[in-house]
């Protein structure tokens, strides 16, 4: 109760500016907003409007769009540790993170058929969305803050 005496009026009887909590995107908006940052990911410039900025993905720095990076990096780490969710996270990162020339390519060089490759990015795609989306609603897990403070 003095917390929130406090923060009704402070010592000098003005009232403080509220605490306004992030709005956070419908699960439909946040998906569409993950893909956005996937094809805008290697420009940050782009990434600048991305309404995942202001979601629990960056909330050290809603204005860096290097941590929406790292985010997505982090979770395609998760997806690449899971043995189900290998080749998915391979093709992310070979789509995404370090893109080949085009996607024909990428699925060369992972020796995928190109059917396939795309299977498997479109069900990365998904999986990543669904990471992501549970980090946004109980935080990162401490093994992946750990992650990001040893890169």
């Given amino acids: 109760l003095e917390g929130l005496a ?9 009232v403080p500016p509220p605490i306004a909590a992030p709005v956070a995107l419908a699960r439909a908006d946040f998906d569409a907003a993950v893909r956005t940052a996937l094809r805008n990911l290697t420009r940050t ?16 720095d ?3 769009p290097q ?10 780490r998760v997806l ?10 391979r093709a ?3 789509t995404y993170l370090r893109p080949a020339t ?3 390519r990428a ?3 992972l020796d995928l058929p190109f059917s396939t490759y795309r299977r498997h990015l479109g069900a990365g795609i998904e999986r990543l969305c669904e990471v992501l989306w549970s980090w946004e609603l109980h935080g990162p897990p401490p093994e992946a803050q750990a992650t990001s403070s040893t890169d």
């Fill in 80 to 89: 690449e540790s899971d043995p189900r969710t290998t080749v998915a996270a």
């Fill in 67 to 76: 941590l929406l990076v790292e985010s997505i990096r982090r979770a395609v």
């Fill in 92 to 94: 992310l990162d070979r």
């Fill in 6 to 14: 406090a923060r009704e009026i402070d010592e000098h009887d003005s």
């Fill in 45 to 60: 410039d782009r990434l600048r409007n991305n309404p995942l900025l202001d979601s629990r993905l960056c909330q050290a």
């Fill in 102 to 104: 085009t996607q024909e």
């Fill in 107 to 109: 699925a060369a060089v």
């Fill in 62 to 64: 809603p204005t860096d």
